[in-house]
């Protein structure tokens, strides 16, 4: 029973980051992605990351311990924020490699088709 619920924590651990390596893969577009990083986009990435590492650093303070090794409160949030931005840009690598491209959803409402003309195709109401 122990062994189940160790189990059940590495998969809970490993949900958001299977999650992100899905949403990576099959829902950014990267071959558009690319060259807005290229050109300047990867500074408010860089800026994004670094807050979100400050913000999640007030709600969870505690310092980490790993293989005996201390990381102070920001310091593992950066780190691990890092390190998730380095998955996500190896996602867009990776969809690269593959020759994958999610499809493309318009989210304008569709175009109606009204001929402005005025009247109603043929039914005389007319007297």
């Known amino acids: 029973m122990e062994c189940l ?3 059940d924590d590495v998969l809970l651990a ?3 980051g299977g999650l992100l390596c899905a949403w990576c893969l099959w829902a950014v577009n990267w071959s558009k992605a690319w060259p807005v990083l290229a050109a300047g986009g990867w500074v ?3 800026l994004l990351v670094a807050m979100a590492a400050k913000v ?3 709600f969870d303070r505690r310092p ?3 293989a ?3 990381l102070h409160n920001f310091w593992w949030q950066l780190l691990a924020a890092t390190i998730l931005t380095g998955v996500a840009l190896f996602c867009g690598y990776l969809q690269g490699v ?3 491209s999610p499809a493309v959803v318009s989210l304008d409402p569709p175009e109606t088709h009204d001929h402005g003309h005025g009247h109603d ?3 005389d109401h007319h007297h």
């Open 14 to 16: 490993l949900l958001p």
């Open 56 to 58: 999640w650093s007030l």
């Open 44 to 46: 408010p990435l860089v």
């Open 64 to 66: 980490l311990s790993v």
């Open 98 to 100: 593959m020759g994958y």
């Open 68 to 70: 005996g090794m201390t």
């Open 121 to 123: 195709h043929g039914h």
């Open 5 to 7: 619920q160790k189990i």
